[in-house]
T-cell receptor, first 114, second 110 residues
Framework: DAGVIQSPRHEVTEMGQEVTLRCKPI?????LFWYRQTMMRGLELLIY????????DSGMPEDRFSAKMPNASFSTLKIQPSEPRDSAVYFC????????????FGPGTRLTVL | DAKTTQPTSMDCAEGRAANLPCNHS???????VYWYRQIHSQGPQYIIH???NNETNEMASLIITEDRKSSTLILPHATLRDTAVYYC???????????FGKGTKLSVKP
């Protein structure tokens, strides 16, 4: 089992540029979560999907952030335009919806916006 | 969502048992208690969960008090690789989201 796969692992970009983070959940999992982690705010849930449908996006900081899940094996988190305060580690996690909520996290994408 | 209280940090000698407490006095009757940990520069890792009964798996044991207001995660023989931040998270039920607090930073020392 390959686990949750995220790409890229590191991203350095300049303010104003578009950034796209990618996630491939564990095969068979039908819930997908995007988290952001910073020193100041800790680990925060941004959005999660059940069966490819966004369920709760209340954690998305503002309209510059958008997430999609076009199919069960792929999701993207896009920031446009990016700002220095978006610098953080972004984690994707997947699980099976319902019952016990055991989430499996990817290795994260470290984003630096200059 | 239930609130949790965990020590900010703890130390443990290598080879000894690490006992990590968590207070979750506002937990509701149908909420589980989940424990995750995060090793430096890695994503969080699921450890164990429980509802009412004590639980044990290959990683740890979970002791939940009868009134369910607190729990203790036990790593029976801590190793240096167990150095991490440990999160106690009540809930994570039908909504599917986990709310991570600040956790306990466990340092295992030789």
């Amino acid at each position: 089992d390959a686990g949750v796969i995220q790409s890229p692992r590191h991203e350095v970009t300049e303010m104003g540029q578009e950034v796209t983070l990618r996630c491939k959940p564990i095969s068979g999992h039908n819930s997908l979560f995007w988290y952001r982690q910073t020193m100041m705010r800790g680990l925060e849930l941004l959005i999660y999907f059940n069966n490819n449908v966004p369920i709760d996006d209340s954690g998305m900081p503002e309209d510059r952030f958008s997430a999609k899940m076009p199919n069960a094996s792929f999701s993207t988190l896009k920031i446009q335009p990016s700002e220095p305060r978006d610098s953080a580690v972004y984690f994707c996690a997947s699980s099976l919806v319902g019952g016990v909520n055991t989430q499996y996290f990817g290795p994260g994408t470290r984003l630096t916006v200059l | 969502d239930a609130k949790t209280t965990q020590p900010t940090s703890m130390d443990c000698a290598e080879g000894r048992a690490a006992n990590l407490p968590c207070n979750h006095s506002t937990i509701s009757g149908n909420e589980y208690v989940y424990w995750y940990r995060q090793i430096h520069s890695q994503g969080p890792q699921y450890i164990i969960h429980g509802l009412k009964n004590n639980e044990t798996n290959e990683m740890a044991s979970l002791i939940i008090t009868e009134d369910r207001k607190s729990s203790t995660l036990i790593l029976p023989h801590a190793t240096l690789r167990d150095t991490a931040v440990y999160y106690c998270i009540p809930g994570g039920g039908s909504q599917g989201n986990l709310i991570f607090g600040k956790g306990t930073k466990l340092s295992v020392k030789p």
